[in-house]
């Protein structure tokens, strides 16, 4: 079994910032792409950011420059930094992350974890 748990949410101003963790466990053998979307109330789940490896791999045009995907692959943990964060980027933000383990090819979704941004 694997898990991903996200930790990071919570509320901020405009033109704050917030770093979101996602941490993976469980029967890893490998895990190959991970990725940061969101859902806002009302709107279906976009992606926000992809990394495959150590590199950013995908940035949504709506947080480019203002928010950053890096990796922590020995620790298993994908990272978001958002700065300048707006209103408009309130929301649920979930991971998702592709994992081998000895004998099967998964894809797991975290639990999410909310963000909101207001005065």
């Known amino acids: 079994q694997v898990q991903l748990v996200e930790s990071g949410g919570g509320l901020v101003q405009p033109g704050g910032s917030l770093r979101l963790s996602c941490a993976a466990s469980g029967s890893i053998f490998s895990i190959n792409a991970m990725h940061w979307y969101r859902q806002a109330p009302g709107k279906q789940r976009d992606l926000v950011a992809r990394?495959?490896?150590?590199?950013?791999?995908f940035v949504a045009d709506s947080v480019k420059g203002r928010f950053t995907i890096s990796r922590d692959s020995a620790k298993n943990t994908v990272y978001l930094q958002m700065n300048s964060l707006k209103p408009e980027d309130t929301a649920v933000y979930y991971c998702?992350?592709?994992?081998?383990?000895?004998?099967?090819?998964?894809?797991?979704w975290g639990q999410g974890t909310l963000v909101t941004v207001s005065s």
């Open positions: 990394i495959i490896g150590g590199s950013s791999a």
């Open positions: 998702n992350a592709d994992v081998r383990t000895m004998d099967r090819h998964l894809e797991v």
